[in-house]
């Protein structure tokens, strides 16, 4: 039986998306997406990390944005990183889900994929946006990561790979129950 547009289109963008478990200032990649705050001067977690590989640039880079809101995106370069680029996103903290929190996520992944075709990136890596320290449920922010990144494959075809880097083990396991 012939397979419809919509199963070549699916399994197409399903073996353009890997799930590792990974520090994701580790990965060659073309850009790496950090979960930043909105002051975009760094903090804990995979922001305090990435600022640490990318060295003092990147901080001084940050101040002359002017931060960055909620569910938006911004870009710098990697500097001392092996990616080329940082897209800077900030996710909601975790109010319980009615205020907003759901489409403020999204709105994180839809606006690294602008940078994405912007730049004519091949190649990005995205950590567990709002997992942490902001605290959203992880089933719930794998869900809505998985959806928008399947959504910025299918408009993007010159993307070739879309990494999760998880950090923890339940992190990737969501991502791993979330594929399949
Ligand atoms: N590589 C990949 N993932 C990482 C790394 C890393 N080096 N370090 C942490 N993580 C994971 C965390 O385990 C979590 O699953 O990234 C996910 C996001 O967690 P946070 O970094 O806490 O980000 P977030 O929940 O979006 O909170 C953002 O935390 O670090 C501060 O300045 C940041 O105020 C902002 C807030």
Known sequence: ??????????????????????????????AIVNAANTSLLGGGGVDGAIHRAAGPELVAECR?????RTGQAKIT????????????????VWN???????ELLASCYRGCFVFVREHGLRTVAFPAISCGVYGYPIDEAVAIA??????????NAEIEKVIFAC???EV?????????
């Open 167 to 169: 950090f923890e083990n």
């Open 172 to 180: 990737y396991e969501a991502y791993q129950r979330a594929l399949r």
């Open 96 to 102: 319980g889900g009615g205020q907003g929190e759901p």
């Open 77 to 92: 370069p990697g500097f001392r990183l092996p990616a080329r680029y940082i897209i800077h996103t900030v996710g909601p």
């Open 146 to 155: 998985v959806r928008e990144v399947r959504t910025g494959l299918s408009e």
């Open 64 to 68: 002359l944005l002017g931060g960055c």
């Open 1 to 30: 039986m012939e397979k419809s547009a919509a199963e070549r289109g699916e399994s197409r963008a399903a073996n353009r998306i890997e799930v590792v478990q990974a520090d994701i200032t580790k990965l060659a990649v073309d």
